[in-house]
């Protein structure tokens, strides 16, 4: 049966492994035994997907990014240039600690910013962003913005990706509009709700 998704020729693919149709490789990367790879993913130029890691559908991995054992991506997460998983809170060349990994969830839809650095162990929320060069130390809630290191959160985004005009501090059931889509949001419960959904629309 002839494979549907495209892998460049430097490609390395150890089986076995599963990589939904649609989904591009490119150049030096190594897709690692019993990993998941979604539908329609992008992974880009020198990506190492280690064993056992699930990836789901509509993920774009770009540029020199390693996904360590112990990382599941879900749907539409944008990881950008260079940034860092981790899967072991206090390493040491000489000691073994396979047996210790912490694992991290990426949410759907969250997006990482280039060269942050995720320390295992969390939880990215859906829809939240992390800022470029952010070091993430704890969960993150869906849909806030954090920045810095470590990071710390600086308000709310759309699921389309604009920042809400909400504070990190709103008070408790504050309100904003996305000025991109449409979409209504809510502080509820010291968290983000939607009222009405996004009229953005994606691309076929």
């Known amino acids: ?122 939880t990215l929320g859906r829809y939240c962003f992390v800022g470029a060069g952010a070091v993430v130390t704890r969960d993150v809630p869906d849909h806030a913005l954090v920045v810095g290191n470590p990071a710390r959160q600086r308000g709310w985004v759309c699921s389309c990706g604009e920042r809400l005009d909400l504070s990190a501090k709103a008070a408790e059931d504050s309100s904003a509009a996305c000025g991109a889509c449409g979409a209504s949001y809510r502080i509820r419960d010291a968290a983000l709700s939607t009222n009405q959904e996004s009229t953005w629309t994606t691309k076929p």
Request: hydrophobic content about 40%; proline content about 5%; glycine content about 10%.
């Open 1 to 122: 049966m002839a494979e549907t998704f495209l892998a460049h020729e430097s490609v390395v693919i150890d089986p076995p492994c599963r990589i939904g149709a649609g989904t591009r490789i490119w150049h030096f990367s190594h897709i690692m035994r019993d990993c998941s790879i979604g539908e329609a993913c992008n992974l880009g130029q020198n990506v190492v997907v280690s064993p056992g890691c699930v990836i789901g559908n509509g993920v774009k991995i770009q540029n020199n990014v390693s996904v360590y054992t112990g990382v599941t991506l879900e749907d539409d997460v944008f990881c950008g240039p260079s940034m860092v998983f981790t899967n072991v809170i206090n390493p040491r060349s000489h000691v073994e600690r396979k047996h210790e990994y912490r694992p991290t969830l990426v949410r759907r839809g969250a997006t990482i910013g280039a060269n942050a650095t995720i320390v295992c162990g969390v």
